[in-house]
């Protein structure tokens, strides 16, 4: 918006640099995302290979689930549940990461121009940012932190599950395995990174003397934070990566490798 | 001829640095409506580059400091040429000043058990500058700046108007104190963004100008530093006390160029930095005076163990007072043994570790990465001195800040002289702003509220005289033909800072200082030829033709001055008179304007326009020379002094 | 010493109008962008106006815009151009210009006005105030700041929608009530001032999309975003956002009435 008093300056901005490369880059990295993960979640096939699940597909809540024994089934939605059963808990880490301090900015950035990038006009007449609805959703962030958190919980538990071979026998590991340790190391930094949980873990105090153990929290959920960025593109990537790994090997594509 | 705008206040306050801002919270809580008047916007001042600390004797890192400890640095640091009754209000009423600032707000850095943390600096014999990492200026700036707008905030309550109580003019530039007979009636000033006039009429008027450093060419004061508040004083007819020590502090950048003489702080040295010439030497240890002979440690072993255990062990040299650490640089570099810029070596990169250095050091790290491509945590910054500080100023009353000869008129800050003798210790100008800013702030708006309703005028032709003056630069090209073409303004700046850097500099010759006041009468006049383009909205050209006069008159004053004191002391070091003389040691020199009638100026090249005076000092109260061991006293005072 | 003869564009003009001048002026080994400019007013264009102070990165005065991104003046260093590039300096955008690079920063001047100040616990007299360093280290970050106004110049909330100026106080200032909201000693909640929910309600916290211009543009490299804002958000959704927040205060408030 250009106001009469302002400097006549009729270019939308004088940038000389790039500066479009890294919201195209953003938006495109998250659509490839958006298209995977839409593409595998109403797949609804191929997110099971022993001892391996998808972590799309996991806890699985719905009747229609594979079996996977000792695995996170809970039949909580009866037969009358047709669609996929990744639809149900997908909810939970999408609404995390819609809410995300961070996701935000990349997609406010890159998919909304609003801003495209820093002293670049954006293309809107009117803005109210986070103050009304929908948007001021975005405070609820916080409890999609701690649904992220059993969420997390689970995919341990199915990480643990994974030292397993195909037989359900205890103490092996296979290629699979990795990706999982990797993919769920990745999950929690992200998560405990959360600005939300830093502000719970001792953010919200104003004497940090007074609470020591908090304090020491914070400092380290805050060295996290600072890579908050980093980590959710990491986690996004292995994430991704870990439930194409089951469709490969649960569609047939090659056998897990096996350590021992 | 003009209609000017006129407004009315009890005290105008001219500066908003820490001194200005301190009298305009004084003077506003006591009642006076003010107004405050500067050059940049509000919060900009230079008391924001200062980095190290406020001294203050809290005592909190060392339980054993007390004001009568500060009150001893602080004259011996001086020469024992101090006012020493500012000396001792200083000294004791320092605590209190920076304590007020937490009840406003600051946060400074703190110790183990929660108190204000200090920090050791040069001349100080305990660690005593409260500090907030090197960027004390800007929370002393921040916290007065953010007090002014709770006052106002209280005012918008009662009064429903931000303004009615204290008002801060910025972007102004007052040219003109105006009186009444002997009195002060008012100021008469200028909107650098419209070039509109104005006069603020008020009893009392508070000079908080800061210092002269742009008369010099290397320097590390902005551009505001020309001197204003001491030419405003002259003009009113205020004597200038003791105008020949102006400080070079020793530590300024010397590369590149562009940033030559912007400072080091002296924290890099107190955290245990050191100084080595190109042959790898820490040369300072060859450089302790006699009269500090033995606070200084003599081994760089000793030295180095002062910054663990300082109760068993003597300081490094590197922390001698600033005047001595100017002059041992200069010495070095002039004996070839300099960095390849023309500096010497500063090091903290094999001395501490770089996480700590980033720590305590931020900004140092910050301006040597940015301006110079240095990283001082992997190596050695070149450094020379830096003109800094002027310790002379407008001759004052030591409890009320009022400037002698001038009913009404205040001075507080660097402005105002005497404070800090022949040299300032570092920290002392913080504590200084904010003793004396208090000091001059009550005692203004006290005067202001004696004056009542029968308030000096601001009398029509004086305002009128004052804008012919200011309009000046504008006619200027269409000046008499035989005067010679117009003169660019930058131009004449250039050249007198160059002159006094080469003839007035840190070290003096009178051959070279008469060379430098013959170069001064012919700059003068050639600056009534000052000319510039444009209009008057926002016109740098302009504003610089303007405080040309200021710097003119101001560095007249300095090289009359060091001419006049043949001796060496402190800030004023001449090679033909090396040594301290004793018998100068109860002299100061008054400057006043030579014809006291005058507006403009004049155009004699010979005669100059400033008389100098010589005056006896005040003898030191007898108990607070006790607090001295006789034989330090030997040195400083002549026999008759002692005998008193 | 190496020098070049470099290209610069400067926007000239006042409120009626304006446009970007070009200039060809001599640059020196480690000169900065506000040195050519001033080398500009001493040699060709001597009312130039352009607003400066210490020229070392410590008073944010000379904040304007270098090649379309918000920068201060003094600490560009020209080496990171190269000789060849054509260099664009035009006023900040987002205030109103006064003259070539001046611009009208009053807007910053009025929302700091409008942020209460800090409220000093009572009972605790000057020299009583006691605070650990781990207290204190937030507000301090935030007290480096050196008022640029970069922070406020590039927040898309203001530069691009001239209509939400009234109803918001920008980083800076969101910034300031975080300082004060996280001040060990600040007793603005004893005295009824939630300064968490005052930030949202009345200082425009909720306009923030936290898309980082402002930490991306500090000269002082104050993380504004991650450390002021977002931990403001979430105080503020404490209050106003949080039903189980809320409730818990609710039950306390109750128990703390009966006597």
Known sequence: ????????????????????????????????????????????????????????????????????????????????????????????????????????????????????????????????????????????????????LLVAGILTYDTVLAFRDQDYNWGHMGLGTLVFLVNIALIWAYTISCHSCRHIVGGKLKHFSRHPVRYRMWQWVGRLNARHMQLAWASLLSVALADLYVYLVASGVFDDPRFF | ??????????????????????????????????????????????????????????????????????????????????????????????????????????????????????????????????????????????????????????????????????????????????????????????????????????????????????????????WEYTGDGHALALLAGAPLLNMEFVQFHPTGMVWPPSVKGILVTESVRGDGGVLRNSEGKRFMFDYVPDV??????????????????????????????????????????????????????????????????????????????????????????????????????????????????????????????????????????????????????????????????????????????????????????????????????????????????????????????????????????????????????????????????????????????????????????????????RSWRNVNLLCELADHTDGLPVTEAVRGRIALTRETTEPIRTDLLALFEKEELVKYLAEEELYE | MSSYEARFKVWRGDVQGGGLEDFRVEVNDGEVVLDIIHRLQATQTPDLAVRWNCKAGKCGSCSAEINGRPRLLCMTRMSVFEPDETITVTPLRAFPVIRDLVTDVGFNYTKARQVPAFVPPEGVGPGEYRMMQEDVDRSQEFRKCIECFLCQDVCHVVRDHEENKPVFAGPRFLMRIAELDMHPLDAAGESGLDRARTAQDEHGLGYCNITKCCTEVCPEGIKITDNALIPMKERAADRKYDPLVWLGSKIRRRSSDRP
């Open chain 2, 1 to 222: 001829m003009s209609v000017v705008d006129r407004q009315e206040w009890d005290v105008v306050v001219v500066g908003a640095g820490g001194a200005g801002l301190r009298a305009a919270i004084e003077a506003r809580e006591r009642g006076a409506r003010t107004a405050v008047i500067c050059k940049s916007l509000f919060g900009k001042a230079h008391t924001v580059m200062a980095e190290g600390g406020i001294a203050a004797a809290m005592g909190n890192v060392n339980s054993g400091d007390n004001w009568q400890t500060h009150f001893r640095d602080t004259l011996r640091g001086g020469k024992f040429l101090n006012q020493w009754r500012m000396a001792e209000l200083h000294a004791r009423e320092a605590p209190q000043r920076v304590w007020e600032l937490e009840t406003w707000g600051a946060l400074f850095d703190r110790t183990k058990d929660g108190r204000i943390s200090q920090r050791n600096f040069g001349g100080h014999e305990y660690p005593r500058l409260a500090h907030v990492g090197d960027r004390t200026g800007l929370e002393l700036i921040r916290t007065l700046q953010q007090k002014i707008v709770a006052l106002q905030q209280e005012d918008f309550r009662e009064t429903g108007d931000h303004e009615s109580r204290l008002k801060v003019f910025q972007e102004c530039t007052v040219t003109r104190v105006l009186k009444e007979d002997e009195k002060v009636s008012g100021v008469f000033g200028y909107e650098r963004e419209s070039g509109r006039f104005f006069v603020l009429e008020a009893p009392a008027v508070v000079i908080a100008t800061g210092g002269i450093g742009k008369s010099f060419k290397v320097t590390s004061n902005s």
């Open chain 2, 292 to 581: 500090f002979k033995e606070k200084y440690a003599e081994s760089e072993e000793e030295g180095d163990r002062w910054y663990e255990d300082p109760d068993h062990n003597r300081r490094p040299p590197e922390l001698l007072p600033r005047d001595e650490v100017a002059r041992a640089i200069n010495a070095e570099v002039k004996a070839g043994r300099g960095s390849p810029h023309g500096g010497v070596f500063l090091d903290v990169s094999t001395r501490m570790p770089a996480e700590v250095i980033k720590r305590r050091l931020p900004s140092m790290y910050h301006q040597f990465k940015e301006l110079a491509d240095v990283d001082i945590t992997a190596e050695a910054m070149e450094v020379g001195p830096t003109c800094h500080y002027v310790m002379g100023g407008i001759a004052v009353d030591s409890d009320s800040a009022a400037a002698r000869g001038v009913p009404g008129l205040f001075a507080a800050g660097e402005v105002a002289g005497g404070m800090h003798g022949s040299n300032r210790l570092g920290g002392n100008s913080l504590s200084d702003l904010l003793v004396f800013g208090r000091r001059a702030g009550r005692h203004a708006a006290e005067y202001a509220g004696r004056a009542g309703t029968s308030r000096p005028r601001a009398d029509d032709v004086q305002v009128d005289t004052a804008a012919a003056e200011a309009l000046r630069p504008f006619s200027a090209e269409s000046g008499e033909p035989d005067e010679g073409p117009p003169e660019n303004p930058y131009t004449l700046h250039q050249e007198l800072q160059q002159a006094m850097n080469d003839l007035v500099g840190i070290i003096r010759r009178a051959p070279e200082m008469e060379q430098a006041l013959a170069k001064l009468a012919e700059l003068r006049v050639r600056a009534r030829r000052a000319g510039v383009e444009g209009h008057r909205q926002f016109n740098p050209g302009w504003h610089l033709a303007l405080d040309l006069r200021n710097m003119l008159l101001v560095s007249e004053c300095v090289a009359r001055a060091a001419l006049e004191r043949t001796e060496s002391r402190g800030g004023h070091t001449r090679e033909d008179h090396s040594g301290m003389d």
């Open chain 1, 1 to 148: 918006m250009r106001t009469g008093t302002r400097a006549a300056i009729a270019a939308p901005h004088l940038r000389t640099d790039r500066w479009w490369l890294a919201p195209a880059a953003t938006a495109a990295g998250l659509l490839a995302f958006v298209v995977y993960s839409t593409w595998r979640a109403l797949a609804n096939a191929d997110y099971y290979a022993a001892p391996y699940v998808s972590p799309f597909y996991s806890p699985c809540l719905a009747e229609n689930c594979e079996p996977m024994k000792a695995g996170p089934n809970w039949e909580l939605f009866g037969s009358w549940w047709g669609l996929s059963p990744a639809i149900i808990i997908l909810i939970f880490p999408l609404g995390f990461r819609l809410t995300c301090y961070y996701y935000r900015k990349a997609y406010y950035r890159g998919f909304w121009a609003s801003p495209p990038a820093c002293a670049v006009a954006e293309p809107h007449a009117g803005y109210t940012g986070e103050t009304r609805f929908p948007l001021i959703l975005q405070n609820i962030h916080r409890y999609f932190f701690y649904a992220a």
